[in-house]
């Protein structure tokens, strides 16, 4: 893992050394790396392939909320939160 700067170098966070095929990322927690975040997962299978929904953001100021597919990428699934 490798500890890195924020947007305009706030908020640092850490990353996998192996990226592009590692990308776990983790929270900073006085500059050692955190615990993942908790997901909450849907009560709904995936619409495509059976897995776990999970919720999801969209980036962006306008960003909204949907549930995605735990099987990203090789699953696209996806339901809006209603």
């Known amino acids: 893992m490798t ?3 924020g947007k305009s170098g706030k908020k640092a ?5 192996g990226y ?5 990322t983790l929270p900073d927690q006085n500059g050692k ?4 975040k908790e ?3 849907s009560d709904t299978p995936c619409p495509k392939c059976g897995k776990e929904l999970v919720r999801r953001k969209k980036g ?3 960003g909204y909320d949907f ?3 735990s099987g990203f ?7 809006h939160l209603l």
């Not at 966070?13 to 050394?17: E, I, L, N, V």
């Not at 592009?20 to 776990?24: D, F, N, Q, S, Y």
């Not at 790396?33 to 993942?36: A, F, Q, R, W």
């Not at 990428?73 to 339901?79: A, N, S, T, V, W």
Request: proline letters at 15%; aromatic letters at 10%; one cysteine or more.
């Open 3 to 5: 500890r890195r700067p």
């Open 13 to 17: 966070w850490w990353g996998c050394s």
């Open 20 to 24: 592009p095929e590692c990308k776990v």
């Open 33 to 36: 790396p955190g615990k993942p």
């Open 39 to 41: 997901q909450e997962v």
């Open 60 to 62: 962006g100021k306008s």
């Open 67 to 69: 549930w995605g597919c």
């Open 73 to 79: 990428p090789k699953c696209d699934g996806r339901r």
